[in-house]
């Protein structure tokens, strides 16, 4: 794999258009509106595999969004690599932040970019990180040196929580059998000191409904005397933390996995400015729970924010009214051993319990997962340190991310085998936000570094 | 006047005609995009003004929408009596809730309107209202029974605060020089019980913006760990009221005229079934400040409303993010003795010291005005009581009303005379809310009310 670098720098303006293409398409799961788009992405996808070399692909039907599968099968005697990924992106909301419109992916130079960075929702999120393994096995078929099995399994319903995706890997062992599964879909700390996740955090997803009034009421006549749903909510959701900004659900953090100093100190390590952080973020400080650093209550530590809130008169001018509904959507990040389920039934308890009489509320729960924790003792890990070390030159750290990709914990119960997390994004690169891009150099690099895990990967394995 | 039942009889099909016209025309003073709309109600209140007697009608310039000034002066040694009310509706949201479009009228009949209402935004709040007054002159013009001089000062931005009537009564106050100025803009108790609204509360309106981290962000990467604005504004909301539901702001109750206890057992004697008020709104209990009743909690005392509240994601589905800004519009409304602008920067104070580290706040007043009482042993009052007394045939009740018409401590200022209050709408007739009607019972009755409160008035005058 010697010529790998030679060979991305030869075809790097035409893996950069590849993606571009891919990106101008707005397979947005969460609205049915780009419903279409998001199957024409998986046709796309299909192709462009067909084309990187894979002997079969298809686009398997489940209850929602198609599923693009395929696969190489180059000696049933070797190791088989299950690379997974996700076509759909997110909403672009609030659209009038972005400086260029999110489905017209343009390149631009930015502080941590130098060398360029494509500007598209879905750039690092995760077309373009899925798409770098898509190029990494062209690289292989066209030379030749790919030295195990590999199949590909990449959906369109990640943003909106994997709903069919447990429905085809529960339906498709046989089919999905691997030795390890290879994920881009995290970051890692800056372009000159690669990291590997080892953790994720798990996720539960809610609405909730306040009812008051079964109509609009005008706020003169009816103000102060009836409870107003939009300040019932607010109060509700403002008794959800405590003064320490803990969450005060009972029994919450029950199975809250407690780290050891040691393994706090351990974790200190890793290099973080504060003062970048709040300087990047422009804010005055941070805030969170008590007793925990910035980086412990991102990754380690249990959190609950609400992600949207509305209800009133939300227009232009003034009306005065009181609202007969308001709506919140609230997420939780979960850590090792907290049950998603569990979590989601202790906080629908707690969060009706709060509603005083005069409203009544409902809480839809939406969607979770399981939070993740791979051992760094594993031929998998030590692949892809091996991989990004070879690449990079310099030994990635280990991290626990605060996000979550809630089917990894599904992997690991359906297919028996464990998830690497070689992500090339960074925090910066606005994933969720507007203005979301991705990197030329990361895009590059993840292409080099991906064929050099499958190398030690096969080599390890014997 | 005896002749004013069989003419309202003769003429109610045009009189419902005219007035459904005029409520075709959405004219929403808040949202710009109606803007020529609300022009064209102003040509047509003009247009009815002429046909309806008056001598003298103008469309005055000001540095918003028109007002309509009309007048008819029969005599100057005769009492003035100056009608105030307005041509601009409130918004129509959420139009999804109307059972037919606000601005395609039709009459239905309801409960408490066996003989049917016009169905519309502004059928009351106040194009019905208004127009009662100018079918009033219309008949006296007619019947050449006219006894006074009348002036009309219709405004079109009265539902986003008045910003330019006080600009306009400052710069023509002779022309408005008046002895009564008589406005149908409230309610009455019930269609066999009338009211006189002798009371008014005062508003203090704001809108305030919390500001976060400088963009979205992933709530898995960064929540827990920066203030969360739509957290925190929920929070600073929820200690705008303490566990009495008192308000918190320091300083807000200072000047609060405070009530006897004859005073409120005076007012608790109004009819008033709060089984029935529960059901009809279909609320399990009502919520208020302690130790104060529903009808003083609506009317005698100040009040804090949310009245509209948006951040984050709100759309279909779900979407992991942590917003940049979250936004409200709070409403104060206030009792006599409380100035709105000291109360509008006691609020900002009190707000902005809320805010913790780690966020920005923004509070932007709106509008406001001052609360009025007036006094029931004036000319004005008794002249109206007895109008009442004559159609309804039973003495109308004195009651404080929860709403506000800013303008009416206005014109006490600047034009030294007393408002009186003669509303015709039910607090069940939806104003502000989707379903707004008017009873035709109602709408009728006014027509026949108003010309003996000219009659009475000027007699008493002698």
Known sequence: MDNIKSYVGQHKDRFINELIELLKIPSVSADS????????????????????????????????????????????????????????????????????????????TTELHPEGAIFARGACDDKGQMYMHVKALEYMTQNNNLPCNVKFMIEGEEEVGSPSLSWFVERNQEKLKNDVILISDTGMISNTQPSITTGLRGLSYVEVEVTGPNRDLHSGLYGGAVANPINILAKMIAQLHDENNHITIPGFYDKVEELSREERDEMAKAPFSLEAYKRALDIDDVYGEATYTTNERNSIRPTLDVNGIWGGYTGEGAKTVIASKAYAKISMRLVPDQDWKEITELFTKHFESLAPKGVKVKVTPHHGGQAYVTPIDSIGYQAAAAAYEESFNVKPIPVRSGGSIPIVALFEKELKSKTIMMGFGLDSDAIHSPNEHFGIFNYLKGIETIPLFYKHFTEMSK
């Open 33 to 108: 509106a780009y419903s279409q788009d998001v199957v024409n992405t998986a046709e796309a996808v299909k192709e462009s595999l067909e084309k990187a070399g894979c002997d079969k692909v298809e686009l398997c039907e489940t209850p929602g969004y198609p599923i693009v599968y395929g696969e190489k099968i180059i000696d049933p005697n070797l190791p088989t690599v299950l690379v997974y990924g996700h076509y759909d992106v997110q909403p672009p909301d609030p659209v009038d932040l972005w400086t260029s419109p999110p489905f017209e992916p343009v390149v631009k």
